[in-house]
């Protein structure tokens, strides 16, 4: 994912900035830090460092706006009650009228960040606008978009905050001073951080759509939502509990374009169950392969349960099921 990709155009033509959208959510975040039990430093360069649950408490709601500023301003994300899976009925819901944009352009966390090597590298996933000022992946090539913006935000799911270099690395990237770039820490341990992955049913719906080979023009609404798991005391069960929510109690909604003949194709392929490596906690996948992510069927990572509505017929087809017994053994029921 950090090789240079094609050139992308600037903008799509209707498409909004997503640093602009996002300017105003992250503002807010920043006045309600103390509420919202975030810490605020001043890091490397004058980096801004917004601590969401490494030495700050942060909490789900903390998380939730992470969310929405990972979705670049095109998102709505919600905590609330459901019933799909009655002991653990908290749920993390997304939905957006700009899905391709809101997901795969802001919100997947496709930047591989590396600094340093042997025992004290630095390594994180990067999601949130500041990817679409980078366009350091060549998915941007392929929605040609990139945008323009004097300041950058990512989100990083990490428990350590980045070094010098890589804080050059990534200001030069996004094309920013590194005073103007903004950092968000959320360890998938954290509350704010589980609840930031969560929120990401759709997100995961939209980059498996695209790896099926779905044209993404043809994706005009979206919602996804997955139950919120309880913390874990290390980061691989946090790991596995972030990632089951999605894959065994995790739904989306699409609403597409075409012919109903590709819009049940999609529905049948979409969920998770259709993965040669569904049917056991992802911890356990993981360790059987011995670490190898990559290892993984690509084809696991999507919502247990689908539906896709074919919007020039009306007609909608579903596919998938949610796993509870599955869910209450990762959670530790």
């Known amino acids: 994912m950090g090789g240079t990709p094609k050139k992308a155009a600037t903008r799509t033509k209707g498409w909004p900035s997503l640093a602009g959208l996002t300017a105003p959510l992250l503002?807010?975040?920043?006045?309600?830090?103390?509420a919202l039990r975030l810490e605020l430093r001043e890091g490397p360069r004058g980096a801004r460092i917004v601590d969401a649950g490494i030495a700050a408490v942060g909490g789900i709601e903390a998380g939730r706006r992470i969310a929405e500023i990972c979705m670049g301003g095109l998102g709505t994300v919600a905590v609330e009650s459901g019933a799909a899976l009655p002991r653990w009925p908290m749920t993390v819901s997304a939905r957006s009228s700009h899905p391709v944009l809101a997901c795969l352009a802001s919100q997947y966390a496709g930047w591989s960040l590396s600094a340093g090597a042997g025992k004290s590298a630095y390594r994180a996933m990067a999601s949130g606008p500041g990817r679409a000022l980078a366009v350091r992946e060549p998915l941007f090539a392929e929605l040609g978009y990139r945008d323009k913006g004097a300041a950058a935000v990512l989100v990083l799911e990490t428990d350590r905050e980045p070094p010098a270099p890589l804080i050059d690395k990534i200001a030069r990237d996004c094309n920013v001073k590194p005073q103007r770039l903004t950092l968000i820490l959320t360890p998938t341990r954290s509350l704010a951080g589980a609840t930031q992955i969560v929120a990401r049913a759709l997100e995961v719906a939209l980059h498996k759509t695209h790896a099926l080979g779905f044209p993404l023009k043809r994706v005009i609404d979206g919602w996804g939502a997955a139950p919120l798991p309880p913390p874990?005391?290390?980061?691989?069960?946090?790991?596995?509990?972030?990632?089951?929510?999605?894959?065994y109690g995790g739904r989306a909604h699409l609403f597409v374009t075409g012919d109903d003949g590709a819009a049940r194709a999609l529905a049948e392929k979409l969920p998770s169950g259709a993965s040669r490596d569904h049917g056991k906690p992802f911890a356990e996948t993981f360790r059987s392969y011995k670490g190898d992510f990559f290892a993984i069927d690509p084809m696991l990572f999507s919502p247990a349960a689908v539906t896709v509505t074919a919007l020039d017929s009306g007609r909608s087809f579903h596919a998938g099921a949610i796993d509870a017994d599955l869910i209450d053994r990762s959670f530790g029921c």
Not at 232 to 247: E, H, K, P, V
């Open 27 to 34: 503002h807010l975040l920043l006045a309600d830090a103390v």
């Open 232 to 247: 874990a005391a290390d980061f691989l069960s946090a790991m596995g509990r972030t990632n089951d929510a999605i894959l």
